[in-house]
């Protein structure tokens, strides 16, 4: 998921050297040792490869995250971890995925098109050859003038996010301003603020749900054949992804639907609008998954050493499910291959930490965090009534990896300022690297949320932005060509340097207080 950065009023952000002075102890050579593993013998690049080339798309319950989940118990294992396994949190639903997917225009000409099924959508159940017609539908009162209309039609949407002329770089890195600023004190006049939904935008915001669940049942009884779609836009061949049906095993029947490049979908439009027969064929082959509907995550542990602090818990992990146009490589097996990296390391030194380190690939993410939320209800705590378990005392910390592959520039310490200054200690003997912000700012989109929702210290690293906005995420284009080996490389050091030292120091990391039930999930 897509990282949402707030700010947080009335805390300090503070750059590591700014903290130094009240710096804790840190073991240098072990740092050393780190680095050395982690930048001249890394794995981090092969593990990628297995958990997208190898693997697949990896949409939730999907056979691709089976695979790679079954990949990464077996791999973890072989590394020396114990304990790995593949745990269920609980009910999620249907699985799916694509064995077929083919569309291409025949009239005016023949021009080949990419497109991808939305994910739970039926298949064609053959190869069809159909005309193209154009639906606008701006409310409800538009439908009728398609009724007779769509009958044995392919329906092709408007495109309503145009594509822009890219004289800005895809990609790009945090400058030392942007850090800077990140690690400033909040002024909380100085600070903008999203205006407030007004009655008219919430009333407009449900009109348009409502017409959209209105749309698939129109689309069916009028006997249309498929739809071809485009909802979030693109440019340059990327398009993204998403659901076109409910993973519920009693969701309603919809169409098959394909999300289109941009370039393809204008033109079938601007030849429709032009009065010019356009026709399509098409064909989609997916696959549902009801044998089994429960969702997993994989788990795996390095066992604590210290009598007394063996029993507690240091905690890393990543989304491993994905979207399905592309592999998942920044979102988030790049996530996924830097924790089980950080473990390989520590592994590969013979570590013997105090506390016991717990790795956790979370699935679902996409669909709601669903693996890490279900984990932390089971293991923990229930937000919706903050009954706390025995394990809510013992667990030290949870550091979360997910906006894409650049590198680590800091952590964002969501608002919990006393752990501040001990992560600018930890993060000096990384400056040389690039990792040099703590800021207090809070920051959203991913799994770390489960843990701090409860009021366990759960912290997501700051990571160069690199395309991960513009092109990979959620796209046909998030590739394992998009990953920098030597960024993820750098990340695993930072974050394996992390895990060494919550694990190591005599006392867990400090904590927020405890949110209240009635406050859990309010925004």
């Known amino acids: 998921m897509k990282n949402v950065v707030l700010p947080l009023l009335g805390v300090l952000a503070c750059s590591a050297p700014a903290l130094a002075q009240q710096a804790e102890k840190v073991d240098q050579a072990m740092v050393a040792k780190i680095k050395d593993e982690g930048l001249n013998r890394s794995k981090v690049m092969e593990t990628a490869f297995y958990l997208t080339d190898v693997s697949g798309p990896r949409l939730a319950n999907s056979p691709g995250l089976m695979r790679a989940s079954e990949w990464a118990k077996k791999q973890l294992t072989d590394w020396g971890l114990a304990k790995a396994n593949i745990e269920s949190w609980g009910d999620f639903g249907r699985g799916w995925e694509i064995e077929k997917s083919y569309v291409a225009m025949t009239k005016p000409y023949y021009k080949a098109m990419s497109g991808t099924p939305k994910a739970w959508t039926p298949s064609t159940n053959s190869l069809i050859k159909k005309q193209v017609v154009l639906v606008k539908v701006a409310s409800e009162a538009d439908l009728e003038k398609y009724k007779g209309q769509l009958r044995d039609k392919v329906i092709v949407t408007e495109v309503t996010s145009m594509p822009k002329l890219g004289l800005e770089p895809d990609a790009r890195r945090y400058t030392d301003e942007e850090l800077q600023k990140m690690a400033a004190p909040v002024v909380a006049d100085a600070t903008p603020r999203r205006p407030a939904m007004t009655d008219e935008q919430r009333d407009a915001m449900r009109a348009r749900a409502a017409l959209r669940s209105k749309l698939a049942p129109f689309f069916i009884s009028e006997g249309a054949a498929a739809v071809l779609s485009n909802p979030r836009g693109g440019s340059v061949g990327t398009y993204f992804t998403s659901n076109g049906a409910p993973y519920a095993a009693d969701a309603q029947p919809v169409l098959p639907e394909l999300e289109m490049a941009t370039e393809d979908q204008l033109r079938l439009i601007r030849l429709v609008e032009a009065g010019i027969p356009v026709e399509v064929e098409l064909e989609t082959k997916t696959k549902f998954q009801t044998q089994d509907l429960k969702g997993y995550n994989v788990v795996a542990e390095i066992p604590g050493t210290d009598r007394k602090l063996k029993n507690e818990i240091v905690m890393l992990g990543g989304h491993l499910d994905s979207w399905h146009a592309g592999t998942g490589a920044t979102d988030n097996a790049a996530g996924c291959a830097v924790m089980m990296e950080a473990v390989r390391i520590l592994e590969a030194l013979n570590v013997k930490p105090r506390r016991t380190i717990r790795i956790a690939l979370w699935s679902a993410e996409e669909e709601g965090l669903h693996g890490s939320k279900n984990y932390v209800k089971n293991h923990f705590a229930d937000p919706a009534t903050m009954q706390l378990k025995p394990e809510h005392e013992k667990l030290a910390a949870y550091f979360n990896l997910d906006n894409g592959a650049g590198k680590i520039r800091g952590i964002y310490a969501q608002g919990n300022e006393a752990v501040m200054p001990i992560f600018a200690s930890w993060l000096q003997p990384l400056n040389e690297l ?49 990953l920098p080996p030597e960024d993820l490389k750098q990340a695993s050091v930072v974050v394996a340097t992390f895990v060494y030292n919550a694990a190591m120091r005599d006392q867990k990391l400090p904590r927020k207080a405890l949110p209240t039930a009635k406050a859990v999930g309010q925004r």
């Open 434 to 482: 690039g990792a040099t912000t703590v800021t207090a700012r809070t920051t959203g989109g991913t799994d770390h949320l489960s843990f701090d929702a409860v009021g366990l210290p759960g912290f997501q690293f700051i990571q160069d932005p690199l395309d991960y906005g513009t092109r990979t995420h959620h796209t046909n284009m998030d590739t394992y060509e998009r």
